[in-house]
């Protein structure tokens, strides 16, 4: 496997990770997916990463930042979505490893993620990578017409910002 920084020519295989994630109603609360130029609008330009077997990836991860304000520049909300047929194989923890290194060389602090509450598996990766939990959003948005609670997880770097 290789873990290496998504380009555009890998958005077609990112959106289909991407899909799989939304069919799963646990995942996010869009429904629709996004265009290249709206995707790469809304992440940041570095901390875009892939893992590949064989030219074929099976997962991805990526930071938004939080804020516009100069303030919260070292805080990023994660992003990270496993191929259907790459879940439950460590995929997950490789990924966020390598973008918890990443976000620390290009300067975040933190790193914080909302998850569906039933969401137990991204929960449990989170932990398993360094975060916890800070707070609990009860019926913060609706998916599909139901209330969703959120847990909102952060990891606070111990080399940045210390």
């Known amino acids: 496997m290789e873990i290496k920084e998504l380009i555009k020519d890998d958005f077609p295989e990112l959106i289909e990770i991407y899909q799989q994630g939304l ?23 570095n901390c875009r990463i ?7 990836m099976l997962g991805w991860a990526a930071l938004t930042p939080v804020s516009g304000r100069c303030v919260y520049a070292g805080v990023a909300e994660l992003s990270i979505y496993i191929a259907a047929e790459s ?29 569906f509450a039933e969401n137990k598996i991204s929960i449990k990766l989170h ?23 959120t847990v909102l997880m952060e990891r606070r770097s111990k080399v940045v910002g210390v």
Not at 92 to 114: D, F, K, P, R, Y
Not at 127 to 149: L, S
Request: some cysteine.
């Open 127 to 149: 932990e398993k990578c360094g975060f916890r939990t800070v707070g609990y959003r009860e019926k913060i948005g609706q998916k599909n017409g139901i209330w969703k609670d």
């Open 87 to 115: 879940r439950g194989k460590g995929i997950g923890i490789l990924l966020m490893h390598e973008l918890i290194v990443q976000s620390e060389a290009h300067g975040i602090w933190t790193l914080q993620s909302g998850i």
């Open 23 to 45: 069919a799963t109603n646990i995942a996010t609360f869009q429904n629709d997916q996004p265009a290249w130029e709206e995707w790469n609008k809304g992440h940041l330009a």
């Open 50 to 56: 892939g893992i590949f077997e064989n030219n074929i």
